[in-house]
């Protein structure tokens, strides 16, 4: 089994910043990408930006160039920067990761979700 968690979260004012970090434990072999998405009250989840085990990134037009994904695979850890916040950027930000773990001699790759970490944008 694996577990993601999350924190950084918490409340802002319109244009401040906040570091969001997620870290990964349990029966890992590899993580292949890893990522963040957000769900605001009454729409969909949205990926947000995405870090492959090579540091290839891809970012939601709405956050390029406000928010930086990185990661740590030593601490199998993945960091989101959030620079010039707005109000819209008010969601549950969720961390999710590609982990290949052995099972009974056996490699096998799930999808893992963290359990969400608030940030709210106040304008």
């Known amino acids: 089994q694996v577990q993601l968690v999350e924190s950084g979260g918490g409340l802002v004012e319109a244009g401040g910043s906040l570091r969001l970090s997620c870290a990964a434990s349990g029966n890992i072999l590899s993580i292949n990408t890893m990522g963040w998405y957000r769900q605001a009250p009454g729409n969909q989840r949205e990926l947000v930006a995405t870090?492959?085990?090579?540091?290839?990134?891809n970012y939601a037009d709405s956050v390029k160039g406000r928010f930086t994904i990185s990661r740590d695979n030593a601490k199998n850890t993945v960091y989101l920067q959030m620079n010039s916040l707005k109000s819209e950027d008010t969601a549950v930000y969720l961390c999710?990761?590609?982990?290949?773990?052995?099972?009974?001699?056996?490699?096998?790759?799930?999808?893992?979700w963290g359990q969400g970490t608030q940030v709210t944008v106040s304008s």
């Open positions: 870090v492959t085990s090579d540091g290839s990134t």
């Open positions: 999710r990761a590609e982990v290949t773990s052995v099972v009974n001699r056996y490699r096998v790759a799930q999808q893992y």
